[in-house]
């Protein structure tokens, strides 16, 4: 079992910048992969970033270049470091976990970017 907590959403202005952060309730240094995820209304949830227990990442094309994923073993904790925030950033922001052969989710962290 794993249970994943997000934080750090909130209301930023376009070209902001917010930092995510998903704690793991056991030692992430054995968990396959870590991602984020997002779901914006009415939209499907998609990829934005993922990195396996060897720290190899994956971006989606829209997260490239602005968002930066990264992984603290000794806190159990997942970051998304997301920059240059734009609208179309809004989403509820999830945390994915895939450890041995199941996937755990977090309950999700809300973004907007607005004026």
């Known amino acids: 079992q794993v249970q994943l907590v997000e934080s750090g959403g909130g209301l930023v202005q376009p070209g902001g910048s917010l930092r995510l952060s998903c704690a793991a309730s056991?030692?992430?240094?054995?968990?396959?992969?870590l991602g984020w995820y997002r779901q914006a209304p009415g939209k499907q949830r998609e990829l934005v970033a993922a990195?396996?227990?060897?720290?190899?990442?994956n971006y989606a094309d829209s997260a490239k270049g602005r968002f930066t994923i990264s992984r603290d073993n000794a806190r159990n904790t997942v970051y998304l470091q997301m920059n240059n925030l734009k609208s179309e950033d809004t989403a509820v922001y999830y945390c994915?976990?895939?450890?041995?052969?199941?996937?755990?989710w977090g309950q999700g962290t809300q973004v907007t970017v607005s004026s």
């Open positions: 994915k976990a895939v450890y041995l052969h199941y996937v755990y």
């Open positions: 056991r030692n992430i240094f054995s968990i396959n992969v």
């Open positions: 990195i396996t227990s060897a720290g190899i990442t």
